[in-house]
Each structure stands twice: as C-alpha cells, then as structure tokens.
C-alpha cells in the first residue's frame, strides 16, 4: 500500500516519516494563496494558521470506536516518526488534519499532509513530511489564482422550509409533553454553480468575510465556523460555546438593541445555559481546575450575534485535543439535553443524514496540542458532480421556539455560505 492510498476502518499499521518544519520568507501575506486547484487542507484564522496539500498519510474511520481508533493511530504515527522542528510553535512539526461524521456511521477522516506552510505570529515556516525511505525538499512557494464561480442556483434538500418548520413544531409539543429539554435541529441547502467549483473561491471570501471565524477545508469539507469545540495548548484547555442567535439588520443602533434583547431573552439564555453546562460536564474530569462564566456575553458576527461563554480549564491529564473533542461530541450546542434522548429524535424526525456536518473538524500535533471545531457554517463538496455542494444549518429548539422565528434563524447561518459561492 502507498502513503497515498487511504487507510479503512479497523487497526492499519502507521507509516514511518520523516517530518522537518524551517522558517521561510516570501509566503503569500493570504496562507490559502498557496493551496492547489485540488485537494487542499486549510485551517485559517485572523491570517494565522496553516494549509497543506498531498497526502502522506491517511486514515478513514466510523462506527463507534472511530475517535478512540484515530487517537491509536495516531499516537502509532508519531512514535514512528521522526522529527525535525526548527521551529517550534503550535502548528509546526507533524500535524494532521481531521473531521468527524456527526453520528457513528458518518464518515470521519485524519489526513497527514505532504506539504504544510504555516503561520504564527510574524513566523512563517513550511513543513515537508515524506516516507522516511524518500526525503522530500521544501518546495518553492507559488501563489495561485483560484478561479471564480459564477451563477450558483440554490434548491430546497432534503425538506422544505415549510416541511422544516412542521418538524420544529413537533419538537417543540415532545418537549413541552417533558419529553426533552432541547433538541438540535439541521437543514440542508443545495446549491449548483454553471461550471465546477473550486473550492479556494469561496475559502478565500469566508476568510476575508469572517477574519475572526475558523475557515477551514478537509476533504471537501469547507466553511468558517465560530464555534472552538475545544482547545489544548501547553497544559491549557479552552472552548467557547455558542447558544442563541439573532440576526443582524446592517443598522447599528438596532443590532445593539437587539444584542440586548438577545442577552435578556429567557429562551435563549435556556438554550444557553443547556450547552455550557454540557461542556463543562464533559471537560471536568480531564480539569485540575476550571473557570465556567456565569453569565454569557453577545458574540458580534457580520451576520448574526450569539450568546457565547468561554469555558477555560487547566489540563489534569494527558488527553488529547482529539480526546477531549471524543468527550464533548456532541455537545448540546449541536444536539440536545438530554443527549441520548435528543440524538435519537434528531434520527427519527430530522430526515437528513449530517455526514460531517457539525461534527469535530480540526488538527492537531505531535504533542497532542491542537483546535477542534464544530463544522458549522459549511458546506460538503460533491465528490460525483463537482458543480454541486450541500450547505448546512441548525437552530437549537426548547420549549418556547417559534418554528417561523429557527427556520429565519437557519437562513441567517446559511448567508455565509451562499454569499461565498455567489458571484
């Protein structure tokens, strides 16, 4: 088996490579500048971060041990490898790129790149990572242009919103009957563009659009998602969570009012309160210590506003980024409370299947350091029809949602999306 080929389900041997990060001038001042026409790994923010591209190793995974076998497999690799890092700062040395299906059946993925140039601070470093059999030279950096997509349609998925809002309305009765206290709702969008998509267009506009946004691309999975599942640097373990959400009108007095409508609203502040507590629920047991805010504050976006809280923790053990994102997924920020029970109403009356959509998407690095997210915000390239994507949104549902009131709400996830594939 090459390096290149994927890796499936079940224990695979882990590849022996030959990893060296060195500083480097010249880069593009846009990171996302550098990536190829295809197959491009991304993890951008505020213009820091790191793309990449090649595959020098790869695992595929699902069922139910999917992130304890990508765990094993990658503490395997990076036993194996060997590693030369002259720079040393989060991000250089090895590093892979990951995404996680919502459910156990989705699909879910770790992907080692061949090539990643990354950014932190004022330093710039590329990263080569090849077969310990075949050492692989810095390549020379070129900027490249992507190519712009024009007359993008989009269409109702799997429901319309009309048949979405009846779903919230059924939601709503099954929770006020005590059924549950909050389920996560998703909708899917289609949108088909005139020629193929290439996917560095709209990367390129979502992080230009939302700087403070996590942009992101694995597998052809893209997106800009505000939402940090869970953060580990240096004994550090931070995530931010976001629950209720107004929309934004462009008028600034109006938004400030409604940013304070919004931190008064009692459905929201529910909503709110069912997600931070799952978080640190989950987070304690790996916490020496940790800090839960007792009152959220109002995130600003350009397009929407949420309540948001950073939960921030000391690290008690030596779980992983990965591993601590194994014991947030998912949160009730992305499905509900209480979780078995809102997971199994999501199955029965969502009629979609999310892939890996509001799943964990992130990286992380030979220590275990590294940023998950939830992939929020995103949409799934077609791999059968390069014209098509799939974009996703999701309002979180208690017992006092106005099913016209989420269905306005998912509208305003999906703007982010459709105005990076408009032309």
């Known amino acids: 088996m090459s390096l290149s080929d994927p890796v499936r389900s079940g224990h695979q041997p882990a590849p022996h490579l030959v990893i060296r990060s060195q500083p480097v001038d010249g880069v593009s001042a846009q990171l996302m500048d550098h990536l190829p026409t295809e197959g491009g790994l991304a993890w951008v923010r505020r213009g820091d ?8 190793a790869r695992l595929d995974v699902a069922g139910s041990n999917r992130f304890q076998d990508a765990v094993s497999w990658w503490k395997e690799l990076v036993a194996a490898a060997v590693i030369r890092d002259e720079v040393g700062v989060p991000g250089s040395g090895l590093v892979c790129f990951g995404s996680f299906g919502f459910t156990d059946q989705d699909p879910s993925e770790l992907v080692v790149p061949e090539v990643i140039v990354g950014r932190r601070g004022g330093t710039t470093w590329v990263t080569t990572i090849s077969p310990a059999s075949s050492l692989t030279a810095p390549p020379e950096l070129v900027a490249n242009e992507p190519n712009p997509v024009y007359d993008v349609t989009f269409s109702d998925g799997a429901r319309s919103g009309t048949d979405w809002s009846s779903i919230v309305a059924d939601a709503v009765q099954r929770i006020t009957a005590g059924e549950l206290d909050k389920v996560v709702l998703a909708r899917d ?3 088909i563009a005139e020629q193929p998509i290439d996917l560095r267009w709209p990367l390129r506009r979502l992080a230009a659009a939302y700087p403070n946004c996590w942009t992101f691309s694995v597998d052809g999975l893209i997106g800009a998602t505000p939402e940090l599942l869970v953060r580990r640097e240096k004994g550090l373990i931070t ?13 600034d007095a109006h938004d400030l009012a409604l940013a304070a409508s919004l931190a008064r609203s009692s459905k ?9 507590r799952s978080v640190a629920e989950a987070l304690k047991p790996h916490c020496k210590s940790m800090q839960v805010p007792e009152t959220p504050f109002v995130l600003h976006l350009p397009n929407v506003m949420h309540l948001a809280s950073d939960v921030a923790g000391v690290a008690a053990n030596g779980a992983s980024a990965l ?3 194994a014991a947030l997924h998912p949160s009730a920020a992305i499905c509900g409370t209480p979780t078995p029970v809102a997971r199994n109403l999501i199955g029965e ?4 299947q999310r892939g890996r959509f509001s799943g964990p998407v992130g990286w992380m690095d030979a220590a275990g350091d590294g940023e998950w997210c939830i992939a ?11 014209r098509r994507m799939r974009l996703f949104a999701g309002a979180g549902i208690v017992a006092g949602s106005d099913p016209v009131a989420e269905l306005a709400e998912t509208n305003a996830k999906l703007v982010p999306m459709r105005d990076a594939l408009g032309d």
């Open 49 to 56: 971060g790191q793309v990449g591209w090649g595959v020098a």
């Open 189 to 191: 969008l289609i949108a």
């Open 239 to 251: 995530s931010r969570v976001l629950a209720g959400t107004i929309r934004r009108t462009g008028d």
């Open 268 to 276: 929201d502040l529910e909503e709110h309160e069912y997600a931070v």
């Open 323 to 325: 591993g601590l994102a």
């Open 349 to 352: 009356i969502e009629g979609m």
């Open 376 to 386: 929020l915000r995103c949409g799934q390239a077609d791999p059968d029809n390069p």
